[in-house]
């Protein structure tokens, strides 16, 4: 049931609509059979997939709750013999708590590898050994990617101890499925998510004209310049060879059409959520204003991006082997290199991570390396960069510096692209190659501009004029909001009438201006992860 058919829209009113008449001790149950019908509309068959993920991830936050709660119950025991094996029992009830952690996690992140990367593994031997294993024709369950990272971090944090284990069986699968978040995010955390899908929530009009217009915004960055974007994109990308000059404005193309896609997906599942009352993390905070591919980061997917800080690279930092590399380097390179080096070295693991979690293949991990890599070379270099910046009086307020630190992060972003956009990893450095070589814009500026691909499409110059005006009303909320300005919170204060006049321009402004293009690019960009 994509986001973008008229039964999802009507799937959600319906929703919402019996939310707020049934009894309100039943609102959670009612989203849980919501959420499991949502995806079970993607066909029975991948059922499977989010119960096995929910049930092990379950049944390791009950077992480690047990051992918990039996720890307590033998701390009142306060016997010669009970003080002489308490530290016994610790250490022993430590291994089991470790043993269910590792097994959980091998069997989640074991379903989600052999769906994902078999194949890719395949093809890989294949090359390597000259062997012949035939490719398997895997089922590629809906936000597999999604629900897993969501689930893993909560037994995770079951682990450490920063949430109780949820014992109700149903509770936990409607936070493992609430269908808003299931096909692209936020991944949410337990601690921050789950009481608001069990609490109680009455119908406010004002909480559900913002939610609304969230969603509405949303489709209109979807719709109008995610979709508008992506036949340029293509244009470029299809035929690289055939538009060798135009790879700079096919990537201009793709991060309108990769960003519009993303937060206005975003903006859909956050605006759905709170017309139940539910308020979810953003994933988004006006990145193309970064400062740093670090800076980019904390804006961008932000909940990804907090994910693999919190499970990935603290564990990494903080784990044995590296404070051992850590006095390694200091001993060998100097206590600035070697403090940086190894968070240099967890900052590529994490985002080699995030770029196989991206997709088998590899112009994917190429694209995880470099963010890794141009992360780790900042921290390397960031004390002589203050150092330099000390020296010739520019500080973080600097108008022209701030301005050129934005410049310069977009430049390296619109970079990385080639590799997440390309088919191939040959075409993404071909691209590059081209980005910095060739810089012949005609063919882009014709009057038709013919797509190539599954098929050939005409599209009129009007339609790039289109995506520049929608592109311009993103970029003013964009600033409004680094402003700390409450767009929808001001709007709201509007007299109805104005209000209204925006509300029917939207409406009639998206299926007007907007353009449904092919299967290729017609759905949501991250329902693929």
């Known amino acids: 049931m994509s986001f973008m058919s008229l039964i999802f829209l009507i799937f959600v009113a319906v929703s919402v609509a019996g939310y707020y008449l049934i009894p309100k001790k039943f609102q959670w149950i009612w989203l849980l059979i919501f959420s499991y019908i949502y995806y079970i509309s993607s066909g029975i068959r991948i059922l499977f997939f989010i119960l096995f993920s929910t049930a092990v991830t379950y049944a390791a936050g009950v077992l480690m709750h047990k051992i918990d709660a039996a720890a307590k119950a033998g701390a009142d025991d306060n016997s010669s013999d009970s003080r002489n094996n308490r530290e016994s029992e610790r250490k022993l009830r430590a291994k089991k708590k470790k043993t269910i952690i590792v097994l959980a996690l091998l069997l989640n992140f074991g379903m989600l590898a052999v769906i994902k990367y078999s194949n890719f593994a395949i093809t890989n031997i294949n090359m390597l050994f000259g062997s012949k ?12 990617s999604f629900y897993t990272f969501q689930a893993t971090g909560y037994i995770l944090d079951v682990y ?39 609490e109680k929530h009455a119908f406010d009009p004002v909480r559900t ?69 539910i308020t979810m993390d953003e994933n988004f905070r006006q990145p193309f204003f970064s400062i740093s591919i ?44 070697g403090r940086a080096l190894p968070i240099c070295i967890a900052n590529i693991i994490v985002f080699l991570v995030v770029g196989i979690w991206h997709g088998p293949a590899w112009h994917y991990i190429f694209y995880g390396l470099y963010n890794g890599i141009i992360i780790g070379i900042s921290g390397l270099l960031a004390k002589p960069f203050r150092n330099w910046k000390k020296a010739l009086h520019i500080t973080d307020k600097t108008r022209w510096f701030h301005i050129f630190q934005i410049v310069r992060t977009f ?35 014709t009057e038709k501009l013919v797509v190539v691909g599954n098929g050939s499409l005409d599209i009129t110059f009007i339609n790039l004029y289109v995506v520049l005006a929608a592109c311009a009303v993103v970029f003013t909320v964009s600033v409004l909001r680094e ?23 939207v409406i ?21 992860f």
């Open 294 to 337: 670090t800076d980019f980061w904390h804006r961008w997917h932000i909940t990804l991006g907090t994910w693999m800080k919190d499970y990935l690279f603290y564990p990494i930092s903080l784990s044995g082997w590296m404070g051992k590399f850590g006095k390694f380097c200091r001993s060998k390179m100097g206590k600035t290199i």
């Open 133 to 144: 294993i035939e490719a398997v024709d895997f089922l590629l369950p809906l936000g597999i």
């Open 508 to 528: 009639f402004a998206i299926p007007m201006l907007g353009h449904t293009p092919s299967v290729e690019g017609g759905g949501f960009i991250y329902a693929n």
């Open 411 to 445: 430049i390296l972003v619109n970079i990385s692209w080639f590799f997440d956009c390309s088919d191939t990893l040959p075409q993404a450095f071909t691209m590059i190659r081209n980005f910095f070589t060739h810089f012949d814009f005609s063919p882009f500026f």
């Open 483 to 505: 402003r700390q300005v409450d767009v929808r919170s001001a709007i709201i204060r509007w007299p109805f009438a104005f209000r209204a006049v925006l509300y029917i321009a």
């Open 160 to 198: 450490w101890g920063r949430c109780e284990a949820e014992l109700n069986p149903l509770r936990y699968a409607l936070f493992v499925s609430f269908f808003p978040q299931i096909m692209q995010g936020p991944i949410g955390r337990y601690s921050r998510l789950a009481h608001q899908l069990y």
């Open 209 to 277: 004209e913002k939610a609304l217009m969230r969603i509405a915004y949303g489709y209109f960055k979807k719709i109008i310049i995610a979709d508008g974007a992506y036949y340029y994109m293509a244009a470029v990308f299809n035929s690289y060879a055939d538009y060798p000059g135009v790879g700079l404005l096919g990537v201009l193309a793709y991060s309108a059409e990769l960003y519009a896609d993303f937060s206005g997906g975003i903006d859909i599942v956050i605006g759905i959520a709170e017309l139940f009352g």
